[in-house]
């Protein structure tokens, strides 16, 4: 049975657990605000507690150096604390990428690990502005986060999908995973090119107030740009609707994991398509307003004569064209997992399906598998130890 602690722990208006022991690590400036006017302090403490948490990354009250000692050592022994996630475990691949499991040191999370990814590009060992004291091994990087622990979407290629749904993290359990992967690689915010992608462990829009309350911590609060986020779906039709909602400003852009043109394939793989099949998802994404030169992402995982063959290509083109939207396809070559009866199609494969989509004047990019051998890659985030 999954279990959804989020129905368990008293929430407050903003999603995060209510409580003096909770984490205060996902509470934006406005909340933290409320909070210290509760306590009678005035209300700029709370900005300079944000300020601590989402600038300067702090990791314990005693740290929040802005704050008299007086009010750090009230607060600490009231029980509040920063529980900002932290990484337990980092597998490193060949290739750079690397995988963490990510513990939750706030109450509702202790012994529960959800996994994050970091995946560097450019290995020229220097800085973009070519100083040699702040000389880096990547140019730019991918952090890629979890929104739920497990997942219950249960496509049939992911290996996410066998450890079903634990629970919704918070959003401060989302934001903390990558405050915590960007403090381990020393990305300075605002100056490095960093993208973040919703993709981990987790269906972000089963789980869409927490999810989208982190994009507006992160945005907000850490300075990232919502233009270098996008979000991931299986085709949530009204987490897609209320996504259409949100500011342009402030959301990020939207992937489709479509894997099939067909609908009667694309249940078989992925059962959600039963509930809202393919053209009920594309009308949806039809309703979000698109930034200029902004386009929409479908997400095609090749399974080997499954998915990859060239009527499929042809079929995808068909269904990109027919919806009008400004859109662009990534191809990903499933990745193995163990006990999942799939099989890897050859590069030639892959190439061919690119080529055929090229060819009806649909732009598509096969995105290389990163971090295969510690089990990092698209569909295999499943807490695996051996690494
Ligand atoms: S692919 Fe994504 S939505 Fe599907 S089961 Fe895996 S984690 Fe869930």
């Avoid at 039809?286 to 992402?297: A, G, H």
């Amino acid at each position: 049975m999954p279990r959804d602690s989020n129905q368990l722990i008293p929430l407050d208006a903003s999603g995060q657990p209510s409580g003096c022991n909770e984490p205060i690590f996902g509470l934006d400036a406005a909340a933290l605000t409320a909070r210290m006017e509760a306590l009678g302090e005035p209300a700029w403490r709370g900005k300079q507690i944000a300020e601590a948490l989402y600038d300067q990354w702090v990791r314990d009250i005693s740290g929040i150096t802005t704050l008299p000692k007086s009010l750090r050592q009230r607060l600490a022994s009231e029980g509040w604390q920063v529980a900002r996630p932290v990484i337990a475990n980092v597998f490193q691949s060949a290739d750079g990428t690397e995988r963490y499991l990510i513990e939750f040191p706030g109450l509702i999370g202790k012994g529960e690990t959800a996994e994050a990814v970091w995946m560097p590009e450019g290995d020229d060992g220097e800085a973009g502005d070519g100083s040699a004291e702040e000389a880096k091994d990547w140019r730019r990087a991918t952090v890629c986060v979890s929104s739920q622990l497990g997942c219950a979407v249960n496509c049939q290629f992911c290996l996410t999908a066998k450890l079903g749904l634990q629970r919704n993290l918070t959003a401060g359990e989302i934001a903390g995973q990558v405050i915590a992967v960007l403090e381990r690689h020393a990305v300075r915010v605002g100056r490095d090119r960093v993208n973040l992608v919703f993709m981990g462990m987790g269906e972000p829009f089963l789980n869409y107030d927490n999810f989208m309350a982190a994009v507006r911590l992160l945005v907000n609060e850490v300075g990232l740009s919502p233009q270098r986020m996008t979000v991931s779906t299986s085709g949530v039709v009204p987490g897609i609707e209320r996504f259409a909602q949100e500011p342009p400003g402030l959301r990020p852009k939207l992937a489709i994991s479509l894997n099939s043109p067909n609908d009667a394939v694309r249940a078989e793989i992925m059962p959600i398509n039963r509930k809202w099949p393919i053209a009920s998802v594309i009308e949806a994404v039809r309703s979000v307003q698109l930034r200029p030169r902004e386009r929409v992402t479908f997400e095609y995982v090749l399974l080997g004569g499954v998915t990859d063959l060239p009527e499929h290509a042809r079929d995808v083109a068909r269904l990109v064209r027919r919806s009008g939207l400004s859109a662009k396809v990534n191809l990903i070559a499933w990745n193995p997992g163990p006990g999942i009866e799939f099989s890897t199609p050859k590069p030639e494969a892959v190439e061919r399906f690119r080529s055929e989509l090229a060819g009806e004047g649909i732009p598509a990019y096969v995105r290389q598998p990163r971090g295969r051998d510690i089990f990092a890659a698209c569909g295999q985030l499943k807490r695996t130890i051996e690494g």
